[in-house]
């Protein structure tokens, strides 16, 4: 098995690291190392000319990322909480998903989990939905995602529950199936939500549970393959509504321009 983790520290021997290490050892697999913290991801510029299959005109790292995933059979993203989300790199890769149209259908072969690493106990946050949907803007097979808690570089090997965690990722990787913990969503693996009328709602797949987690009305948004590909042809949608109203947001926008000069 070949395997790409992308990691999101700067810290060479930190745990996310090790963590991508430990997991490819123990499935004897070939394990390359994409540092975010080391590529270049511009922000992207919302011109949508990617949507319609041309080549992104800004000149970074994505297509190297993307066809390192090309590449391997299975995708490990590992990275630490910076202030209760993942780290800025990770979030600007998101950011510049569209362009990743033409790789989706191969990409949806590939398996995917996802290891947060949090410093403090009751400080973990959000990040783990974060990566959860770059694995599924990306359209990986997701399978599993653990959140283990380690503050010093190291210190993940140390503790036998987080290795019970990684393990975990192991047999998902090497099984070909999805384990989902019993604090998150049974559809798409969230472990955010939000409350209204006293149901939970997962943000990231839309599905709606009650609150012992079962599931009331099951969501489909960011799902797979033909979600996204849905998704994106109402985005193009957008270009005609855009037409239509364009004198009318002109007009709009000079109300502001007017009041600042
Ligand atoms: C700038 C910064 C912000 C951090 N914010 C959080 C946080 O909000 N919650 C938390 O639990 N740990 C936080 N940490 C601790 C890291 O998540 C923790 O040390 C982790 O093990 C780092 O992973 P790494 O060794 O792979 O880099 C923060 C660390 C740094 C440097």
């Known amino acids: 098995m070949r395997i790409v983790a992308i990691v999101a520290t700067e810290r060479k021997n930190g745990n996310s690291i090790l963590a991508a290490k430990y997991i490819s050892k123990k499935?004897?697999?070939?394990?390359?190392?994409?540092?975010?913290?080391?590529?270049?991801?511009?922000?992207?510029?919302?011109?949508?000319?990617?949507?319609?299959?041309?080549?992104?005109?800004?000149?970074?790292?994505?297509?190297?990322?993307?066809?390192?995933?090309l590449e391997s059979d299975a995708v490990l993203i590992?990275?630490?909480?910076?202030?209760?989300?993942?780290?800025?790199?990770?979030?600007?890769?998101?950011?510049?998903?569209?362009?990743?149209?033409?790789?989706?259908?191969n990409f949806a072969q590939k398996?995917?989990?996802?290891?947060?690493?949090?410093?403090?106990?009751?400080?973990?946050?959000?990040?783990?939905?974060?990566?959860n949907v770059l694995a599924?803007?990306?359209?990986?097979n997701l399978l599993a995602s653990v959140e283990v808690h380690a503050a010093l570089p190291g210190e993940i090997l140390l503790k036998k529950e987080n290795l019970e965690k990684l393990d975990t990722v192991v047999k998902a990787l090497s099984d070909g199936v999805k384990i989902v913990d019993k604090?998150?969503?049974?559809?798409?693996?969230?472990?955010?939500?939000?409350?209204?009328?006293?149901?939970?709602?997962?943000?990231?797949?839309?599905?709606?549970?009650?609150?012992?987690?079962?599931?009331?009305?099951?969501?489909?948004?960011l799902l797979n393959y033909s979600w996204l590909i849905e998704h994106y042809e109402s985005l193009k949608s957008m270009k005609d509504i855009f037409k239509n109203l364009?004198?009318?947001?002109?007009?709009?926008k000079r109300i502001v321009d007017n009041d600042i000069s």
């Open 27 to 69: 499935l004897s697999a070939d394990l390359e190392i994409i540092r975010l913290t080391k590529m270049r991801i511009e922000p992207c510029r919302a011109c949508y000319a990617c949507l319609y299959g041309v080549k992104c005109k800004i000149d970074d790292d994505v297509y190297y990322i993307y066809d390192t995933i």
């Open 246 to 252: 364009m004198k009318e947001l002109e007009n709009a």
């Open 136 to 140: 599924r803007t990306l359209g990986l």
């Open 111 to 131: 398996k995917a989990a996802l290891v947060t690493v949090h410093g403090f106990e009751d400080m973990n946050g959000w990040a783990s939905a974060t990566c």
């Open 78 to 105: 590992c990275y630490p909480v910076y202030w209760l989300d993942a780290t800025g790199k990770l979030k600007a890769l998101i950011d510049r998903v569209f362009m990743a149209v033409p790789y989706l259908e």
């Open 183 to 221: 604090n998150q969503c049974p559809v798409c693996m969230s472990s955010i939500f939000r409350v209204n009328k006293k149901r939970l709602f997962c943000p990231i797949c839309g599905s709606e549970l009650d609150f012992d987690f079962n599931v009331v009305k099951k969501g489909n948004k």
